[in-house]
């Protein structure tokens, strides 16, 4: 959360959509000049070529994407998997009793939120709706953070916090 505190404009980090190694190279080049992070390649791969991660001064691992950036990690705190049916209830109740700490978390970062509520409130976007049993968000110069609780279920047999950085016209 600290890494993306830092970038104070997100307008920067984003540009053409564009698929192919030029497009990627662009645009690891303008996340680089405007956060400091670094290009990342595991194993073989040329990192002028394939450079889909960037790595921050703490070291964290922060993939990006056209229109997001995302921690390689994003779950922090209480997680669970592997969810049965009969512990769906249980997961519910442990995203529920400590919801209120990560977005205290959160807060201590990114200052106070836009918006905090259950994941199937009306204001959230359709494609998320549903999915998110919680959701927070801040807004940003270029950039909307989410932090979000993942809704466990029959189609996600897990269940956790996670965070990301979403491209926002309106920030």
């Not at 836009?114 to 709706?129: L, Q, S, Y």
């Amino acid at each position: 959360m600290a890494d993306l505190a830092e970038v104070s404009d997100w307008k920067p980090v984003w540009g053409p959509p564009g698929a192919g190694l030029e497009a990627i190279r662009a645009r690891v080049l303008r996340v680089t000049a405007a956060t400091g992070w670094q290009p990342w390649a595991p194993g073989n791969i040329d990192p002028e070529r394939f450079t889909w991660g960037l790595v921050t001064q703490r070291e964290t691992v922060m993939l990006l994407l056209p229109d997001a950036v995302l921690p390689e990690s994003p779950r922090s705190g209480w997680s669970a998997y592997e969810i049965t049916p009969s512990e769906v209830a249980d997961a519910e109740a442990g995203l529920d009793e400590h919801w209120p700490s990560e977005v205290e978390r959160a807060r201590r970062h990114w200052g106070p939120p836009v918006f905090v509520g259950p994941g199937d409130d009306p204001r959230v976007p359709p494609e998320w709706r549903g999915l998110r049993r919680h959701l927070a968000v801040w807004l940003r110069p270029g950039a909307e953070f989410h932090l979000y609780a993942t809704q466990p279920g029959a189609d996600n047999p897990q269940a956790g916090f996670a965070y990301s950085v979403y491209a926002s016209e309106v920030a």
